[in-house]
């Protein structure tokens, strides 16, 4: 499985911004959870939020729970994190993930992982 997570950019706080990871290779993603962790400058990469292969379950780090939203599409292939409100704190390197299994929270959790793409929130 190849993901390519694309979307981000320079936004100033408030904004909103929405992330793409579009999985390919002769992979249906349609039985994987899917995650997005981010990296801050100087931090270990960290849990933002997840969704199960079906769409039934979600999950969210504290910080981002009322004011992100993970989805996919199975049909494209594909997984989103829409962005909203966002703070200063939020600028980080964003990865997708994939695992075969439920939704999960742990990097060690993925067994695919994207290239990240890079948010920057201005105040």
């Known amino acids: 499985v190849q993901l390519q997570a694309s979307g981000g950019g320079l936004v100033q706080a408030g904004e909103e911004l929405k992330l793409t990871c579009v999985a390919s290779?002769?992979?249906?993603?349609?039985?994987?959870?899917m995650g997005w962790f981010r990296r801050a400058p100087g931090k270990q990469r960290e849990f933002v939020a997840a969704?199960?292969?079906?769409?039934?379950?979600?999950y969210y780090d504290d910080p981002v729970k009322d004011r992100f939203t993970i989805s996919r599409d199975n049909a494209k292939n594909t997984a989103y994190l829409q962005m909203r409100s966002v703070k200063p704190e939020d600028t980080a390197v964003y990865y997708c993930?994939?695992?075969?299994?439920?939704?999960?929270?742990?990097?060690?959790?993925?067994?695919?992982w994207g290239q990240g793409t890079q948010v920057t929130v201005s105040s």
């Open positions: 993930a994939a695992q075969k299994g439920l939704a999960a929270k742990y990097v060690d959790d993925y067994d695919y």
């Open positions: 290779g002769r992979t249906d993603i349609s039985s994987y959870g």
């Open positions: 969704i199960s292969w079906g769409s039934t379950s979600t």
